[in-house]
């Protein structure tokens, strides 16, 4: 398995190996069923999912064209097998694609980008920092980076965009993050605490005992799971 992703429909995209093809995509609703199956002959297909509207299955591969490699977004319509667009990110290498607010959005090592309707680039927001040290694109109707100035060291900037590459809010940060998870509400675990934002970085809770937790999921009701090395547990602000 190479990727697996829910939409808010809980309908599957799951990107794997496959005997014969560079890699295979298919999407399942959320009975379980398989609804579309495509495999790739000449292409490495890195990331997938399947957009709000439960119409189309988006894809990032990862090929060559002139000796570097190129990532490209391709959009299929779960009814066929050709597709019906495809956006080619030159110079940018593809980290993760997702869909809020209804578009579809990915996220590169130099930017935050959002597809217009017809699969071509609209909005973006490049990088105020030049290290992208997090994401997510989880949120209800934004996303959320942690960008670094150094390669090294905790001096970094903490952003939230929206669907249309805007930027919505920034904060800067001395402390190390060890990761970030977005529902309504953006969840930052940092080296000694737990802070719950709103989408424009207004701290909404936080919890100082994190136990030693290393990862954190946001959940749709506003509550938090943080994650130890052997067990979860449940913080509700």
Known sequence: IIS???????????VTDKS??????????????RVFTFNSSNRYMIDACVERGGKHVAVATLGSEDAMFVSTIRRYALDQETAVSACVLDDSLLYELSSFGGTLVAVTDDRF?????????GGSYDYAYPYLRGSTLGGTDF???VL?????GSAGKLVTVGAEGNLIAS???QRDVLDISAGKYLAVLYS?????????????????????????????DGSAVLLGSQHGWLFVP
């Open 4 to 14: 697996a992703k829910l939409n808010s429909s809980d309908m599957l995209a799951l």
């Open 20 to 33: 014969g093809y560079k890699s295979s995509v298919s999407v399942y609703n959320a009975s379980g069923e």
């Open 113 to 121: 980008l959002a597809l217009s309707g017809d699969g071509s680039l």
């Open 143 to 145: 996303g959320a980076l």
């Open 148 to 152: 670094s100035r150094y390669r090294s």
């Open 171 to 173: 904060l800067d940060t």
């Open 192 to 220: 000694d605490e737990l802070v719950i934002y709103t989408s424009d970085l207004a701290e909404y809770a936080s919890l100082t005992d994190t136990q030693y937790a290393r990862g954190v999921r946001m959940r749709a």
